[in-house]
């Protein structure tokens, strides 16, 4: 199973219209476009899932196709780093370094004023 990412799509494409394109070329196993989780308009962009010889053939007759009025961007989804959580003590996001805070605990972070 591959992940893909299909990059430039038109604002008006939704998840539906993103597996058809897909279907094409294989069984989709999911197709999402991405949303502003404030406005829920599209971001532009979304993720496919499909076997891997049907993603291969997706991806390399899809990309740089035209779709609407854009040409889209298809490739392999690269794996999403993880990403540090909140809080903790080590190097300080806001600025103060080792104990965190603004200037706190030693860290030698500059003061924002």
Do not use: C, H
Not at 35 to 61: K, L, P
């Amino acid at each position: 199973m591959k992940n893909i990412f299909v990059g430039n799509l038109p604002w008006r494409t939704d998840d539906q219209e993103l597996e058809n394109l897909f279907a094409q070329y294989g069984d989709v196993q999911s197709a999402k476009v991405i949303t502003d989780r404030d406005t829920g308009r599209s971001r532009g962009f979304g993720f496919v899932e499909m076997d891997d010889d049907a993603a291969d053939e997706a991806i390399s007759n899809l990309n740089g196709a035209e779709v609407g009025d854009r040409e889209i961007r298809v490739n392999e989804a690269n794996d999403r780093p993880e990403r540090g959580g909140r809080g903790g003590g080590g190097g300080g996001g806001n600025r103060g370094g080792g104990g965190g805070g603004y200037g706190g605990g030693g860290g030698g972070g500059r003061n924002r004023w």
